[in-house]
């Protein structure tokens, strides 16, 4: 089973007035009922991802446990308990790609970063997310970071890429 | 009323039934593994699949209602492959221990496996890999063997309001887990164990101690003391085979000794100990003004709820420690300075209906001669393994007894089983107390019986005692929320954790969900033990002699300083932790 999952957290006063401010308009605007989903958007919204504080206060207001407000955010795919990192970077694990082998690059990016999918790295520098066919398939394998494009990458050739962004 | 055919049987049952429910009345069983009445009803499983004229596929019986002139086909060959396929498919992905596994044998998904003659290695393919999770004191979860049949989650939730598990991820990564993945010990989860009593398999037990009691026994060194709970005797005989709700306590006594415990003595001496301690700190509360209304304290997990749910309402709690402390307190110091034996060589067994007694055990402050009260909690379900794997042949015993005088109870002591069980005994006690003369009737009726809620209200010698009494945790936050909000005016609240009281603990013998839907596991057990408080010769706890004379040798009066100090314990909040 996985290890806790613990994120760092920084939200600050007015983010969580804010998040105050949309679940109090949300219960009038569903009648209190139904809401859990609005709620987990709003606070996405808000914050960028939903770590446990936020869900938190979630629970709270709604009046259910923790656990229940977690197995929904889990569910749907929208729902990141992860913060996006400075440098995101997107693998395309799309059919092309993947016949090209991008399966073995996105693996090494998890191992080099020491990340699965749709996480961040506890620096908050890179994220990692798989993503479909960007259109360049004649590129394949296609890996992003933020608006960089590299195209034809080997497993070997992932580190010394990562490396440009790093400090 | 309804009119359908059920494997062309006509059957009329009443509207908005289920298929279920109306094959019932056709003297038909569908098979179902997630549906629990009341509780879960999801169709999720799809166990209960069963053909109707004109459906489009297979329907789920369990949800699906009847409607007039149906026809219904339980158990048809493509019904049976489904099921089979259904099956198949689970145990593709389920960790294969069965024959070891705690459940064997009483595995609702081992059952209907071996009837629908399944190949347990048809589907190969990826399996699911999880750690169990071995954090807490009294209960392992091995998601392994977890078929997602959300039993679990539902009474977590429905019945016991506090839903620390709910299903985690989707699709193959789908698993039931607490927030964020954190151990059960992290989670603010009350230890009932009902989610143990109602999983269909092996992916919840309780964290056995029968290695370290058999240890204790073989130690030369140590004299080893053993004690049930009221409502153990009301249901062990069930893992024996006995009709549910016989009471087998001459055996249980005579299996104990069997098994090499030095002295067999009753927690239920240690319920009328509580009442002694309870009714006093009661009427000082209510001479005294203090807080009001006073809550019961017997019930480790209901300690558990206001701990982390209402720490506003833990004065409110009363000072006594359950019966089990109590005892073992007792045991390692009147009892061993009598007998003079050092308590450090007394090793105490509580044998409970219950796994947050394993976690009770652990407690701060609950070690009155300077070692723990309790050394290990062994539920009804563990004691009875012993007895089975030590060769004893449970069904021919004859009866036995318990030793004096750490053994010797009342009625009063065994209703303490049942919900509404503590407040009759402890308002024999106390009417007693304030009237100054014998009850013309000991029964206390009102407070009787599984619902959830009960009130009554009774004049004692000029005395108004209003009092209400619930059980389940759901019913608990009701009456918290009255409190908070004060809505309402008792004097005496009694809170069982366990819907019925702990004759339906979490530590229990293990019935189907089929058994459940067909009797009341709660009432039946309960009515063990009021059986057995009327063939009482002594009813109340304040006429047991061996209380009278423990009082006199050694804690003086009920609420001594002496008694404070052994018998009275302390609550944190836990929700501000």
């Known amino acids: 089973m996985a290890k806790k999952i613990d994120v760092p957290f920084n939200g600050t006063k007015e983010q969580e007035e804010r998040l105050k401010k949309a679940l109090a308009e949300l219960k009038v605007e569903h009648g209190g009922q139904g809401l859990m989903i609005a709620a987990l958007q709003r606070a996405q919204d808000i914050y960028g991802y939903l770590p446990e504080a936020v869900q938190q206060m979630i629970a709270d207001e709604l009046g259910v446990s923790l656990a229940e407000v977690y197995a929904v955010a889990t569910f749907y795919a929208q729902f990141s308990l992860y913060p996006k990192g400075q440098y995101k970077i997107g693998v395309c694990l799309g059919t092309a790609c993947y016949v090209k082998g991008s399966g073995d690059v996105y693996k090494k990016v998890c191992d080099t970063l020491k990340i699965e999918g749709g996480q961040c790295t506890d620096d908050l520098k890179f994220s990692l997310d798989a993503t479909r066919c960007i259109g360049c398939c004649g590129l394949a394998p296609v890996m992003t970071i933020n608006d960089d494009v590299y195209g034809k990458v080997t497993p070997e050739e992932v580190e010394g890429i990562l490396a440009k962004y790093r400090d | 009323m309804v009119h359908l055919k059920i494997n062309n049987i006509p059957v009329e049952v009443k509207e908005g039934s289920t298929i279920l429910e109306a094959a019932k009345v056709a003297g038909i069983n569908i098979p179902t593994l997630c549906y629990l009445k009341e509780i879960n009803e999801i169709g999720a499983c799809r166990i209960c699949v069963c053909e109707v004229k004109g459906a489009r596929s297979l329907v789920a019986a369990c949800v699906y209602p009847v409607n007039e002139g149906m026809e219904v086909f339980t158990n048809t060959e493509k019904v049976r492959k489904s099921r089979k396929t259904t099956l198949e498919l689970l145990l593709s992905d389920h960790k294969k221990e069965c024959l070891s596994c705690v459940r064997s044998t009483n595995c609702e998904l081992q059952k209907l496996s071996n009837e629908y003659g399944c190949d347990e290695n048809r589907f190969k393919g990826a399996r699911s890999e999880y750690e169990e999770d071995h954090s807490t004191s009294y209960l392992v979860r091995d998601n392994e063997k977890c078929i997602l049949c959300r039993r679990c989650v539902a009474v977590c939730k429905k019945v016991q309001e506090v839903a620390v598990i709910a299903p985690s991820r989707r699709g193959f990564n789908t698993h039931i887990a607490c927030a964020f993945e954190s151990d059960l010990n992290d989670a603010p989860c009350v230890a009932c164990g009902q989610c143990v009593a109602v999983c269909p398999t092996g992916a919840l037990r309780e964290r056995e101690e029968i290695d ?275 809505e309402c005016d008792y004097t005496f609240v009694e809170v069982m954790c366990c819907p019925g009281g702990c004759v339906n603990g979490g530590g229990q013998p293990i019935q189907s969900a089929y058994t459940r839907r067909q009797v009341d596991l709660r009432s039946k057990r309960a009515k063990a033990l009021y059986d057995e408080d009327k063939k009482a010769t002594v009813r109340k706890s304040h006429e047991n002699p061996a209380i009278q004379q423990l009082y006199k040798d050694f804690f003086g009066e009920p609420g001594s300083h002496k008694a404070h100090e052994i018998l009275h314990t302390s609550y944190v909040d836990r929700k501000h932790k």
């Open chain 2, 212 to 486: 370290n009691v058999r240890e204790a026994i073989n130690d030369p060194e140590k004299v080893v003391v053993v004690a049930a709970a009221p409502a153990v005797r009301a249901a062990i005989g069930e893992e024996f085979g006995y009709p549910i709700g016989t009471n087998t306590e001459g055996k249980m006594f005579t299996a104990m000794r069997m098994l090499g415990f030095d002295k067999v003595f009753d927690v239920n001496f240690g319920a009328d100990l509580t009442i002694m301690e309870e009714a006093n700190e009661l009427l000082h509360r209510v001479k005294e003004g203090g807080t009001l209304p006073m809550f019961t304290s017997c019930s480790p997990g209901w300690i558990r709820f206001v701990e982390y749910y209402y720490p506003e309402l833990i004065p409110n709690l009363s000072s006594c420690k359950s019966p089990m402390q109590m005892f073992g307190a007792t045991v390692k110091t009147y009892w061993a300075q009598k007998e003079g034996i050092d308590p450090k060589n007394i090793y105490v067994v509580g044998v409970m209906p219950c796994t947050a007694k394993k976690f009770e055990k652990t407690r701060d402050n609950e070690n009155a001669s300077g070692y723990p009260d309790i050394d290990a909690v062994l539920t009804t379900r563990e004691l009875a393994k012993m007895i089975k794997n030590s060769g004893i042949l449970y069904n021919e015993l004859p009866d036995g007894t318990f030793d004096n005088p750490l053994g010797e109870f009342t009625g009063a002591g065994v209703i303490f089983g049942a919900t509404g069980g503590v407040m009759e005994a402890a308002l024999r006690t106390a009417a007693e107390e304030l009237t100054g003369k014998p009850l013309d009737s000991v029964d206390f009726k009102q407070v009787r019986g599984v619902k959830g809620i009960k009130e009554a209200e009774y004049d004692l010698n000029g005395t108004k005692v209003k009092v209400a009494v619930a059980s389940g945790l759901t019913n608990a936050k009701e009456l918290c929320e009255k409190i908070k909000k004060g």
